[in-house]
């Protein structure tokens, strides 16, 4: 199984700080044979993932976790949703805050899940809520234990999610000059094109080559630094990518899974 940090507040991910940016670890190759995940819109989607008892438990774990997750939100219970955040996530908000995110929507009739894709220690949950205004898609980061590290209504991306996006891609299509010109100067002075190709490199050695970008998800921001979850898939996992950014946009770290090296 592939192993990633605890959860980190952001202020500890910063350069210099507990957790060093573009840090990458050694992780044990995931193998296993594809599974069908439906896509919303009755395609079946190959999905990397291992076929073991444990694997199939967290993924029950996970559907549950995502069940109860759309219940509060169709109940509009703020309460039981702010309980259901994960810590580092939980602290950017409260439950007055998500109260008032759930009225914006004006009354949720029911919800579906579409699709749910483990990653090395989390979840990507595909949803749909239907509301008087019409259906709204919603995805789920959940980690391990189905707590939510971060979620996008409507999937519409923000800025930031772009430059974090564009961060992985550059450095999936050998540009590293060019992923590397999205980091803040500190960061570059930290990280040679050389280094950071490195180890881009060694991770798909662990994971499988590069496919495509799944998406990306805001999952919160504080005084000085914004965290975006890149859902990347390569050949033998769907991952997320945890991309740091500083509130000027720049890319400042990147929370690889351990064990890369």
Known sequence: MLHRRPALPLSLLLLGGVVTPLCLG?????????????????????VAEVASPQRKQTKQKLRKAAERILLAIQQSDARALYGYLAEPVRRFTTPAAMQERLASLGGVRST???????????????AELVTPRGTRP????????GKILGWELDRSQIPVEDTAVKFIEDLAAGRVLTARSLMSAAMQEEMLPA????RWQGLQKLTGPFQRVRGSVFAGRDETQQLVLVTTQFGQLTDNLFVIL???GQVIGVDFPLDAF
């Open 195 to 198: 280094a950071l190709q490195e």
């Open 246 to 248: 500083n509130l000027q």
């Open 112 to 126: 579906r899940i579409e699709s749910l894709v483990l990653g090395a220690d989390d979840g990507t949950v595909e």
């Open 26 to 46: 050694a992780r044990p190759v995931v193998a296993g044979l594809g599974s069908l995940e439906g896509n919303g819109d009755g395609a079946p989607t190959l």
């Open 138 to 145: 919603l995805t789920l980061i959940l980690d391990g234990e």
